[in-house]
């Protein structure tokens, strides 16, 4: 007769058996030298910042090492989201450009939604999450009940991210600590005038959400404070770094020119060998899921069905996240939706030109930049590019009448798209060459100075 496992009648016992394996298992791990010498450091954290204010609570974060040997030098990175969009564009590009200048880069990550994917560039991997802070939380207004511009700067920064950062530096004497967005800066606090401290603004945060309202863009609402708030995150960098001249103009009115340098996300050449031009020329699309970018394309998608003179002489392409968020794709049977691409390069070879006629003035436009990149002619706003020093009056239209116009007088004369193209060509010769992201690094580091005083006692 088969014998019959005794966990089967006694459920519980099976599950306490396994729950001590489960424990034995943790307590080994926990043991492990690398383990110990971090949990210790994590419990002395508190103690050892004071001035943070951090509660007793030690939160352990999910923690993923590159096995591989490291380099000589250690760069932190704090990010917010490890994600697919235009911020992330120009994580990347910052952190391959310190890599190429021989830093490891350790990734920590705090927010509130939860574990993403760890990138295979990143020599280790954090993740803090977001518990005792208020990331994410928006201000009501009490008659509005709309969010409004008081967020404190460190609103969104939580005291588990102060207190995994502290104890991480203890172990690794970061050289650099790379801060992507304002919210963010109090981590700087952290370290001495040893480590290069790098401020990543991505975007002008002075009463934002007043400047979304304006636009009707109520529903695309966030992070949002005051000048004064803004000037106290920004003054903790060494380096401020705006992604477009506008807005370090407005940094510097803020804590001075010196310490404010422009670094826009400047993607390889991509040239595209471009064909004949069709009969009826493609006319395309390419945007994220951002909410404002469904506005732009609702507001642009009306004027140019409208328009007898541009439905019957161009095909209107619309590609990228941005088809999954403008509902349904019959509303809008004068355009093709070719939805998210793995790929955006054969979507740009199989267009004739591209349109950007984006109204809101904020941060950095990528995919104009983008276009230019592939050599594409382009039809955009000064919205779009302004901060760029883009010359071409096709690259500054001054709003989306201008673009209709533009369009319609392609739409009469074809052989305007080589010289369009040939502009674009030009000017992102003139953005790489001014831009140099490895050139400008290397400056700050070198005026900031290395070796660091550990190394010596090394």
């Not at 193209?421 to 400056?443: M, P």
């Amino acid at each position: 007769m088969r014998r019959t496992p005794l966990g089967w009648f006694y459920p519980g016992l099976k599950k306490n058996i396994l729950a001590r394996w489960i424990w034995r298992w943790a307590k080994w791990v926990a043991a492990t030298p690398p383990c110990a010498v971090l949990i210790g450091k994590l419990a002395q954290a508190n103690s050892a910042n004071p001035r943070t204010g951090l509660p007793p609570e030690v939160l352990l974060p999910l923690i993923d090492i590159d096995p591989r040997q490291g380099g000589r030098k250690n760069a932190l990175l704090v990010i917010p989201y490890v994600t697919d969009n235009a911020y992330f564009n120009l994580v990347e590009y910052l952190d391959k450009t310190l890599i190429d200048l021989s830093y490891d880069i350790h990734a920590v990550v705090h927010n509130s939604e939860g574990i993403a994917a760890r990138k295979p560039w990143w020599t280790s991997y954090y993740y803090v999450r977001a518990t005792t802070g208020k990331f994410l939380s928006l201000y009501q207004d009490k008659q509005r009940k709309i969010p409004i511009d008081n967020h404190r700067v460190d609103d969104w920064c939580g005291p588990e991210l102060m207190q995994f950062v502290a104890a991480l530096h203890g172990l690794l004497k970061f050289d650099v600590c790379v801060v992507h967005y304002v919210f963010f800066s109090k981590v700087f606090e952290l370290f001495d005038n040893s480590t290069l401290k790098l401020l990543v603004t991505h975007d002008c945060y002075s009463e934002r959400n007043a400047r979304l309202l304006r636009h009707g863009l109520e529903h695309s609402l966030w992070f949002s404070t005051t000048r004064e708030e803004e000037k106290k995150g920004l003054m903790r960098a060494d380096k401020v770094f705006a992604i477009q001249e506008a807005e370090a103009d407005f940094f510097a009115g803020l804590v001075g020119a010196d310490k404010v340098v422009t670094v826009p996300w400047i993607p390889e050449k991509r040239y595209i060998q471009r064909k004949a031009c069709r009969k009826r020329p493609v006319l395309g699309y390419l945007a994220s899921d951002y909410l404002n970018n469904v506005k732009v394309f609702q507001d642009f998608y009306r004027r140019f069905a409208a328009n007898a003179a541009l439905t019957e002489h161009f095909d209107l392409w619309v590609g990228g996240r941005i088809c999954t968020a403008i509902g349904k794709p019959k509303q809008y049977p004068k355009a093709r939706f070719f939805g998210v691409l793995d790929k955006v390069e054969p979507f740009y070879a199989q267009c004739d030109l591209m349109v950007n006629p984006d109204f809101f003035e904020s941060g950095l436009k990528l995919k104009g930049i983008e276009a230019l990149a592939y050599g594409m002619p382009l039809v955009t706003t000064i919205q779009a590019t302004r901060g760029l020093g883009l010359t071409d009056r096709l690259h500054n239209c001054p709003d989306l009448d201008a673009v209709c116009v533009a369009l319609e007088a392609i739409a009469q004369d074809h052989t305007l798209l080589s010289s369009m193209a040939e502009a674009s060509r030009q000017a992102y010769d003139n953005l790489y060459t001014k831009y140099d992201a490895k050139r400008i690094l290397e400056r700050i580091i070198a005026d900031h100075g290395y070796p660091k005083a550990w190394d010596d006692a090394a």
